[in-house]
């Protein structure tokens, strides 16, 4: 779930929600049609020989075409396939397979890590698969992008309550981001552009201002850790396409994530 983010009459995070709800496990599923498939009977050994594309999972399906659950292949991708059926070992079909269409990104990734891939579900019927790897999808690229932002609104939002004059938060930045921030406002007023302080701060200055002032129910070191990790995805994100490359990326990205909506939870809850 989402949640509501908007915090009072703030637009942005209006907006924001909308462009989040509005990105949905649909947009990044392989559809049905796409699927390799095996069925019950099939021998183990030969369905791992015919998976040249290494498909982490293989859906099972019965007599009649109708999914009945999954097959780990993955677990062979190293190793001697035996000679036992699939019926043998495979996941049986459950709700701890399935999630809606509509559903949005946010509901698989927070729950991807321990769920790597999920049996997507549209009226009566499986209409496609997702899975970890799928993380690595433009579409999640643009939510966990919009995700952040979200946060860096909501962090700028608690700092202005905070410090009611700018001066106070001001004095925390290290000499080097503080002669930024003010030669950054100095030209925005001259040039009539001007909007506030805290819109010329970067991300890096809300974790020190959030860490420096003891914002979070964190100790400032685990505040620390927290909030960097969050800015060296948002950095990933920005600049590269490497944030998801791996199991053990994409496992990390669910984890921040997660850190992403306790942090805002704590910070709404403060407003």
């Known amino acids: 779930m989402t949640g509501s983010w908007a915090a009072g009459n703030n637009v942005s995070l ?14 990044i599923m392989a559809p049905r049609g796409n699927l390799m498939t095996c069925r019950p009977d099939d021998v183990v050994s030969d369905v791992v020989g015919k998976n040249v594309d290494k498909f982490s999972y293989i859906p099972v399906v019965n007599g009649t075409d109708h999914i009945i659950g999954l097959f780990q292949a993955e677990k062979w991708f190293d190793g001697t396939p035996p000679c036992e059926t699939v019926g043998d070992d495979f996941e049986a079909f459950s709700e701890r397979l399935v999630i ?105 200055d809300k974790r020190t201002l959030f860490c420096k002032g003891g914002i979070l129910e964190l100790s400032n070191t685990k505040a620390n850790r927290c909030l960097l990790r969050i800015q060296k995805l948002r950095d990933s994100l920005a600049h590269a396409n490497d944030y998801a490359q791996t199991p053990e990326k994409a496992r990390e990205v669910c984890a921040i994530v997660r850190d992403i909506f306790d942090i805002k939870t704590q910070i709404l809850n403060q407003m």
């Open 100 to 204: 809606g269409a509509d559903a949005s990104i946010y509901d698989f990734i927070r729950t991807a890590a321990e769920c790597p891939i999920r049996l997507v579900v549209s009226g009566d019927e499986v209409s496609g698969l997702v899975s970890l790897s799928d993380l690595q999808q433009l579409p999640v690229r643009a939510a966990l992008f919009t995700l952040v932002t979200s946060l860096e609104i909501v962090m700028a939002a608690r700092i202005i309550r905070e410090w009611k004059q700018p001066e106070g938060w001001m004095t925390l930045l290290s000499n080097e981001r503080r002669t930024s921030v003010i030669k950054a406002v100095a030209t925005a007023k001259d040039k009539d552009s001007f909007v506030s302080e805290i819109a010329f701060t970067q991300f890096c």
């Open 14 to 27: 209006d907006v924001l929600h909308q462009v989040q709800s509005s990105l949905t496990v649909a947009m």
